[in-house]
């Protein structure tokens, strides 16, 4: 796990814009999530981690519901069945619930970020992450003889595998909210919204995924890290 930088990057947003722009964020979100929202959006407190500078972590898996849901020992020992016990599980940037649906964040800052590749090198691991995909494909309708686990938007599958997991085997109504920050790294690597949606569609034509297959699933926010002010810089 890396280190949260100072000014910049995905961990480091979603944190300023959680503490110093939250009605701008949550009203993106609500716009985004199209729920008729009368209740707070509740987020569940990140994890510590003595480890790391900022002492916080991620969550990981299915750890968030750990002492949050009674069923958690049902929801981790099907979780030690549909993914691989080593490696690294998913991370989550964050974890927040509206009206008893479970939002998974996902936050990016810079292009490279919304591209993965599967480090998977054990047979017995790659079979497990081949049949959760295969599972998650047809949940969503997919029909194509695309290796997901061999593209480099492994990330984005497996993310979808998670609500596969979540939904069906668990049944746990839950989604995905990914936060494009826009002007949110040094280079400014994506600088306005047209950018990160085209970085979307790019990763769902490798996939083979429509709209229509994730649209009550799958949803985006771009804040725009510099606000109204483009003369701003970030240091």
């Known amino acids: 796990m890396a ?14 814009f959680l503490g110093h722009h939250r009605d701008e964020f949550y009203d993106a ?3 985004s999530i199209n729920e008729d929202i ?8 990140y994890p510590y981690n003595s480890l790391r500078h900022s002492g916080d972590g991620e969550f990981i898996g299915v750890n968030c519901f750990e002492g949050r849901l009674d069923s958690y020992p049902f929801i981790e ?3 030690e069945k549909f993914w691989p016990p080593r490696g690294n599980s ?12 479970w939002f998974f964040v996902e936050a990016k800052a810079n292009e490279k970020e919304a ?23 047809k949940w969503l309708g997919i029909k194509n003889d695309i290796d997901w686990r061999k593209t480099d938007c492994y990330q984005l599958a497996n993310r979808l595998a998670f609500m596969y997991f979540c939904n069906v085997i668990c049944k746990i109504p839950a989604k995905l909210l990914y936060v494009g920050f826009i002007n949110g790294y040094p ?11 085209s970085i979307w569609e790019r990763e769902f034509k490798t996939l083979g995924i429509g709209s ?4 009550s699933l799958l949803y985006h926010v771009y804040p725009n890290c510099l606000g109204d002010d483009t003369k701003l810089a970030i240091l």
């Not at 998913?90 to 649906?101: E, L």
């Not at 280079?187 to 949606?197: A, F, I, L, Y």
Request: with cysteine.
């Open 3 to 16: 280190e949260m930088a100072l000014g910049y990057g995905s961990e480091y947003q979603l944190l300023r």
């Open 29 to 31: 979100i609500r716009r």
């Open 38 to 45: 009368d209740e707070d959006i509740h987020w569940i407190d």
């Open 77 to 79: 020992s099907q979780w």
């Open 90 to 101: 998913m991370n989550w940037d964050g974890v927040f619930i509206v009206h008893g649906i």
């Open 115 to 137: 591209y993965q590749k599967c480090e998977a090198k054990p047979d017995s691991s790659c079979k497990i992450i081949d049949a959760a995909f295969e599972n998650t494909k």
């Open 187 to 197: 280079c400014k690597n994506v600088t306005n919204e047209k950018q990160w949606k």
């Open 212 to 215: 229509e297959n994730v649209k």
